[in-house]
C-alpha cells in the first residue's frame, strides 16, 4: 500500500496547497512530503466531523464495535509494514515498532467491544409514579492532539475510544509523525468507516490549530497527550466554551528498588521501563531510588546490561535504542547530563552521542537539585539516587509535582500494600516494569493531567450521562 501524505477530510485525501517534509531521525533523509492543513482544512475537517456525528452516533453499538474489530484486524495484519513506517518517521527499533502496533492495535479490539457494554442504569424513583433512568449519550465531534513518541498507540487509544461511543474526530498527530495517523486512515476507510467520523489533519502550526479546534463550538471535546506545558495551556483555551478535557501529560516516574528485591528481576523491570522507546515515554522511569544497603548490588547486575544495548539505525537487526527522535531531544539530554554532572553526580557508565544516536548513561549520586531529577529527561539516562530506608524512599518517590505513574520492587507483601497505597501516582507497577496494557485505566494525578485512557473506564471521558425522570 502507497503511504498516505494527504490530509484525510470527510473520507477524501486532500493534498492542500502547502506540504512539509517529514525526514528519518536517523539520517535525515526524505520520508514524505505532507499536507500541511491551514484554516480551511482545519474547518473543513470540524464541519465533516460535525456532519458524520448525527448518523454515526446512531448507528448501533455492536456495529461500531465490529468495524473497530476489523480495524485492530487490518493493524495486526500490516503489523510489518506498519512498524517499518513508524521507524522511518519516529526511529525507534523495529521490534518495538512492531510492538507499538500491537498495542495500538488492541485499543481498537478492546474498544470493539466495549462499545456494546456502554451501559446505563435504572435508579429506583422517589414516587410510585417516578421512573428514572440514565444512558450515555457521546459527547460530539472531539478533537485529538498526539505526540511523537507513540505515532500509532497515542492515536488509537483515543480513537477507539470516541468510535466505539459514538463519536466523531478530527485529529491532529504530531510534525515529526504524521504518517502513523494517516496510515490508521488508510485502513479505516478500506474497512469501511464512513466519511467524516475519522479526519487527520497534518499541520505545521500545532498553535493555531490547537486554537482553531478549540475556538469552534462544533468541537465538544479535546483529547491532548503531550508537554504539560501545552497541555495547561490547552486547558486554559478549553475554557471558554466549557468544552471536555482529557490530559495526558508529563510524567518524573519512580522506579523504587527496597532491599528485599529480587534484584534480577528489579534490573529487568529497570530495562523495561527505562529505555523502551529510548526512555522517550511519558511512563519511562525517571528516578531510581535504591535502598543504601543494595545500592552496589543493584548497580553491578545493572552495567552488564546496560553495556549490552545496541545503538543504532531502528530498521537494523539487533538494535535496541534507534536515534533520538530530533536534535533538540538531544541537546536536552545532553544538557540534564552535563548539570548532573558539574552538580556532582557520578558517571557509571556513558557513551559519546554520535549525531542523534545516543546511548545509555548511568549515573549515581544524583540529588534533587539536579535539573534531571525535576524534569522528564525523555531519554536513556539511568539517574540513581539512594533511600536511607522505605519511609525515606517513599518520601522521595512522591517528590514531584507530577504522579503519572510509579514504579517498586519488593518481595514483601506488607511494602507491597504500603507502596501500592502510599505512592501518589494514577498507576503504580510492582514488581514490573511495564503497566500499560488496553484493559487497565492509563492516566496521571497531580501535573500528569485527567482522565483515564483504556479500560471500561476510557469510555466515560466520551459520553455524557443522561438522565430522563419520568412520571407514569
Ligand atoms: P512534545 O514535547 O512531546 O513534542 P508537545 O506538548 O510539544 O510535546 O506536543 C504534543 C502535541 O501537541 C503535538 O501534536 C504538538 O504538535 C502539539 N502542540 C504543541 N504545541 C501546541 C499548542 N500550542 N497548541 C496545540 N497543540 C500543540
Given at each position: 500500500m502507497k503511504t498516505a501524505s494527504d490530509a484525510f477530510i470527510d473520507g477524501r485525501w486532500v493534498p492542500g496547497s502547502q506540504r512539509f517534509v517529514v525526514r528519518d531521525?536517523?539520517?535525515?533523509?526524505?520520508?514524505a512530503e505532507v499536507t500541511h492543513c491551514g484554516d480551511t482544512e482545519v474547518d473543513a475537517a470540524i464541519d465533516a466531523a460535525a456532519r458524520a456525528f448525527g448518523a454515526w452516533r446512531k448507528k448501533p453499538a455492536p456495529e461500531r464495535g465490529k468495524l473497530l474489530g476489523q480495524l485492530a484486524a487490518r493493524m495486526l495484519a500490516d503489523e510489518r509494514r506498519l512498524g517499518e513506517l513508524c521507524v522511518r518517521e519516529n526511529g525507534k527499533a523495529l521490534k518495538e515498532a512492531i510492538a507499538e502496533v500491537r498495542y495500538a492495535a488492541s485499543f481498537f479490539e478492546w474498544f470493539a467491544g466495549e462499545a456494546g457494554r456502554a451501559y446505563g442504569e435504572t435508579i429506583p424513583g422517589s414516587r410510585p409514579e417516578q421512573r428514572i433512568v440514565v444512558t450515555r449519550e457521546p459527547v460530539g465531534p472531539c478533537a485529538l492532539i498526539t505526540p511523537w513518541n507513540f505515532p500509532y498507540a497515542m492515536l488509537t487509544r483515543k480513537l477507539g475510544a470516541a468510535l466505539a461511543a459514538g463519536c466523531t474526530v478530527v485529529a491532529k498527530p504530531a510534525e515529526q509523525t504524521p504518517l502513523g495517523a494517516l496510515a490508521i486512515a488508510q485502513l479505516a476507510e478500506q474497512v469501511g468507516?464512513?466519511?467524516?467520523v475519522i479526519n487527520i489533519v497534518p499541520t505545521t502550526d500545532a498553535k493555531r490549530t490547537g486554537a482553531r479546534l478549540l475556538g469552534s463550538?462544533?468541537?465538544k471535546k479535546l483529547s491532548f497527550t503531550g508537554s504539560t506545558a501545552v497541555g495547561r495551556e490547552l486547558l486554559r483555551a478549553a475554557a471558554d466554551d466549557i468544552k471536555r478535557v482529557s490530559l495526558e501529560l508529563g510524567g518524573n516516574a519512580p522506579f523504587v528498588v527496597l532491599a528485599d528485591a529480587d534484584l534480577h528481576e528489579a534490573v529487568a523491570g529497570a530495562m523495561i521501563a527505562k529505555f523502551r522507546n529510548g526512555g522517550q515515554s511519558?511512563?519511562?522511569?525517571n528516578r531510581f531510588i535504591v535502598e543504601e544497603s543494595i545500592a552496589d548490588s543493584f548497580v553491578a547486575r545493572l552495567l552488564p546490561a546496560v553495556q549490552k544495548l545496541v545503538v543504532g539505525?531502528?530498521?537494523?537487526?539487533?538494535?535496541?535504542l534507534g536515534p533520538l527522535v530530533d536534535d533538540k531531544s538531544v541537546a536536552k539530554v545532553r544538557r540534564l547530563v552535563a548539570d548532573a554532572v558539574a552538580k556532582g553526580a557520578t558517571v557509571l557508565h556513558d557513551s559519546a552521542p554520535r549525531g542523534r544516536l545516543v546511548g545509555p548513561t548511568v549515573l549515581r549520586d544524583?540529588?534533587?537539585?539536579?535539573?534531571l531529577w525535576r524534569e522528564?529527561?525523555?531519554?536513556?539516562v539511568i539517574a540513581i539516587r539512594t533511600a536511607l530506608d522505605e519511609l525515606d524512599a517513599l518520601a522521595q518517590a512522591n517528590d514531584?509535582?507530577?504522579?503519572l505513574v510509579s514504579y517498586v520492587y519488593t518481595r514483601d507483601a506488607a511494602r507491597q500494600v504500603r507502596f501500592g497505597e502510599g505512592l501518589e501516582s494514577g498507576m503504580v507497577g510492582i514488581n514490573t516494569g511495564l503497566v500499560s496494557t488496553a484493559q487497565a485505566p492509563f492516566g496521571g494525578i497531580k501535573h500528569s493531567g485527567l482522565g483515564r485512557e483504556g479500560?471500561?473506564?476510557?469510555l466515560d471521558d466520551y459520553t455524557n450521562l443522561k438522565y430522563v425522570s419520568t412520571t407514569i
Amino acid at each position: 500500500m502507497k503511504t498516505a501524505s494527504d490530509a484525510f477530510i470527510d473520507g477524501r485525501w486532500v493534498p492542500g496547497s502547502q506540504r512539509f517534509v517529514v525526514r528519518d531521525p536517523f539520517d535525515d533523509s526524505l520520508v514524505a512530503e505532507v499536507t500541511h492543513c491551514g484554516d480551511t482544512e482545519v474547518d473543513a475537517a470540524i464541519d465533516a466531523a460535525a456532519r458524520a456525528f448525527g448518523a454515526w452516533r446512531k448507528k448501533p453499538a455492536p456495529e461500531r464495535g465490529k468495524l473497530l474489530g476489523q480495524l485492530a484486524a487490518r493493524m495486526l495484519a500490516d503489523e510489518r509494514r506498519l512498524g517499518e513506517l513508524c521507524v522511518r518517521e519516529n526511529g525507534k527499533a523495529l521490534k518495538e515498532a512492531i510492538a507499538e502496533v500491537r498495542y495500538a492495535a488492541s485499543f481498537f479490539e478492546w474498544f470493539a467491544g466495549e462499545a456494546g457494554r456502554a451501559y446505563g442504569e435504572t435508579i429506583p424513583g422517589s414516587r410510585p409514579e417516578q421512573r428514572i433512568v440514565v444512558t450515555r449519550e457521546p459527547v460530539g465531534p472531539c478533537a485529538l492532539i498526539t505526540p511523537w513518541n507513540f505515532p500509532y498507540a497515542m492515536l488509537t487509544r483515543k480513537l477507539g475510544a470516541a468510535l466505539a461511543a459514538g463519536c466523531t474526530v478530527v485529529a491532529k498527530p504530531a510534525e515529526q509523525t504524521p504518517l502513523g495517523a494517516l496510515a490508521i486512515a488508510q485502513l479505516a476507510e478500506q474497512v469501511g468507516i464512513p466519511a467524516g467520523v475519522i479526519n487527520i489533519v497534518p499541520t505545521t502550526d500545532a498553535k493555531r490549530t490547537g486554537a482553531r479546534l478549540l475556538g469552534s463550538p462544533q468541537i465538544k471535546k479535546l483529547s491532548f497527550t503531550g508537554s504539560t506545558a501545552v497541555g495547561r495551556e490547552l486547558l486554559r483555551a478549553a475554557a471558554d466554551d466549557i468544552k471536555r478535557v482529557s490530559l495526558e501529560l508529563g510524567g518524573n516516574a519512580p522506579f523504587v528498588v527496597l532491599a528485599d528485591a529480587d534484584l534480577h528481576e528489579a534490573v529487568a523491570g529497570a530495562m523495561i521501563a527505562k529505555f523502551r522507546n529510548g526512555g522517550q515515554s511519558c511512563v519511562a522511569a525517571n528516578r531510581f531510588i535504591v535502598e543504601e544497603s543494595i545500592a552496589d548490588s543493584f548497580v553491578a547486575r545493572l552495567l552488564p546490561a546496560v553495556q549490552k544495548l545496541v545503538v543504532g539505525r531502528g530498521l537494523d537487526a539487533g538494535v535496541d535504542l534507534g536515534p533520538l527522535v530530533d536534535d533538540k531531544s538531544v541537546a536536552k539530554v545532553r544538557r540534564l547530563v552535563a548539570d548532573a554532572v558539574a552538580k556532582g553526580a557520578t558517571v557509571l557508565h556513558d557513551s559519546a552521542p554520535r549525531g542523534r544516536l545516543v546511548g545509555p548513561t548511568v549515573l549515581r549520586d544524583v540529588t534533587p537539585a539536579m535539573d534531571l531529577w525535576r524534569e522528564e529527561i525523555f531519554g536513556p539516562v539511568i539517574a540513581i539516587r539512594t533511600a536511607l530506608d522505605e519511609l525515606d524512599a517513599l518520601a522521595q518517590a512522591n517528590d514531584t509535582e507530577y504522579g503519572l505513574v510509579s514504579y517498586v520492587y519488593t518481595r514483601d507483601a506488607a511494602r507491597q500494600v504500603r507502596f501500592g497505597e502510599g505512592l501518589e501516582s494514577g498507576m503504580v507497577g510492582i514488581n514490573t516494569g511495564l503497566v500499560s496494557t488496553a484493559q487497565a485505566p492509563f492516566g496521571g494525578i497531580k501535573h500528569s493531567g485527567l482522565g483515564r485512557e483504556g479500560s471500561r473506564h476510557g469510555l466515560d471521558d466520551y459520553t455524557n450521562l443522561k438522565y430522563v425522570s419520568t412520571t407514569i
